[in-house]
């Protein structure tokens, strides 16, 4: 099952200015294409926090996006952290000079060519823009952190990711979470490899606790359902 990483850098995170809109958002993506998600931080614009959790992730995940801190500003940083988290040099890069001098022309600044400065090694994946590609090194992906561009970057490179999909239920039930644990204390034993998740719920008038069961092969999601549905009668309100 390929896993995943996301790291979210911005102060404007972690001050409130801004909510976090692009890990959720992600997590999503990831999820239909086939890709478990197994953790998300939120870190400052600080090169050495960034190099830390870079690190970390890509050496337990198979894939790292970061979003956020890509840009010309002082607190644009998020190279330089990467940059560390491999022990290599950042570099202006040709192919992305060459871009930005086309598109500003007369108007270029210097910290314009901020923007064409990657992890010395970096790939180059074709992206929306062809001034714009995404910027990658071994298994991490730098992405902006802007919702709108993060979402364009991340369609433009996305099926890359794709593998074997998840499969799953959910069961809607009148109950109380308690009253249920042992039912799903015996799935969960019953079927190894089954995911069982359990969540109350106490704004619906229709249900109270909302069970899900995944797992990457439906014969055995449905074998867990159906021994599920018996368990659990008449509690349950609808599934699907």
Known sequence: MPSAAIVVIGDEILSGKFAEANASWLVGELRELGVAVGHIQVIPDVVEDIRDAVRADAGRFDHVFTSGGVGPTHDDVT?????????VGV??????????????????????LRMAEVPEGAALIGADHPSWPVTSIRNVYILPGVPIIFRKKFASIRERFRARPFFGRRFYLMADEGSVAGDLDAVVAAHPGIAVGSYPRFDERDYR???????KDQELVDAAARDLGARLGERVVRSE
């Not at 606790?209 to 797992?215: K, S």
């Open 79 to 87: 190279i330089a952290g990467v940059a560390m988290a491999f022990g």
């Open 91 to 112: 570099v202006r890069h040709p192919q992305l000079e060459a871009e930005l001098r086309a598109y500003y022309g007369e108007l270029i600044l210097p910290a314009h």
């Open 209 to 215: 606790v909302m069970v899900t069961l995944e797992a």
